[in-house]
């Protein structure tokens, strides 16, 4: 049996029509992987599908935990391969993406994290978008999050210097750890080819709680860059406004 090189951790909270979607563009990539699912105790039919996936899975468990950033630290404790990543369960993995961002990062072994271009697909349309994606710059992370979390792969040695995932963030964790990861090693590698899937619905809570998204994320830029650039608060009431109309696209 091959070493895995990725770890994959998904976790999920009442998201069982998208779950197994979700684990199926996992397994479909070409490389030795292992794979957690970590579930905050879902009601729905999550356990049915966590069920039919669990041979293949290298760990599973549904509880009620302290939240997505803890649960997905605690999946990572659990993984072994170099490099690591999390998917939620209504997104999904592009075929080959795993390889071509593995491929990035053995080419530059001392960058942090590499990522690609993702797809936002409107759930209730089936209308796709670019989500805003761009080669990586310090004074762009500044002004916005240029790095889309489904379509991002960590290199382990490097999670484990930043300390993962604050567990005290619930919306812009992943923005934060994106800066903890550039401050700690430099610039992620920017792959200019789409590699995964963020799926936009109701549910999401990106649309739920846009307004507190914000917030955290404007925090997240005063703790690492010193100061909060006046695009943030020209433009966070009108994002707000503009998102909701448009239902997140």
């Known amino acids: ?32 992987l ?30 009620r935990d302290a939240g997505q950033s803890a649960a997905i630290n605690e999946g990572v404790a659990q993984a072994t391969a170099p ?32 990522y690609g271009r993702v797809w936002n697909l409107d759930e209730a349309t089936g209308r796709q978008r670019p989500v805003w994606v761009q080669p990586f710059a310090r004074r762009a992370l500044a002004l916005r999050c240029i790095v889309s979390q489904p379509g991002t792969l960590v290199r382990r040695s490097a999670w484990d210097a930043v ?53 955290e994320a404007m925090n997240v830029v005063r703790r690492h860059n010193g100061s909060l650039p006046l695009k943030w608060r020209m433009y966070q009431p009108y994002a707000v406004w503009w998102k909701a109309l448009t239902n997140g696209a």
């Open 1 to 32: 049996m091959r070493l895995p090189i990725v770890s994959v951790i998904v976790p999920s909270f009442n998201q069982g029509r998208f779950l197994g979607a979700a684990l199926q563009s996992i397994f479909q990539q070409d490389l030795p």
């Open 34 to 63: 292992e794979v957690f699912v970590q579930d905050g105790g879902s009601t729905d039919n999550s356990m049915a599908v966590i069920q039919t996936w669990r041979p293949r899975l290298a760990g599973a468990r549904s509880h």
């Open 83 to 114: 490099y690591v990543c999390w998917l939620n369960s209504d997104d999904l993995l592009l075929g080959g993406s795993l390889v071509k961002l593995v491929a990035a990062l053995e080419r530059q072994p001392k960058a942090p994290a590499a």
């Open 163 to 215: 300390g993962g995932l604050d567990e005290t963030l619930h919306m812009a964790m992943d923005y934060d750890l994106w800066w903890k990861l550039y401050q700690s090693f430099g610039d992620f590698i920017f792959v200019d080819e789409f590699v995964a899937v963020n799926r936009n619905h109701g549910a999401t809570k990106t649309n739920k709680f846009r307004s507190a998204h914000y917030r």
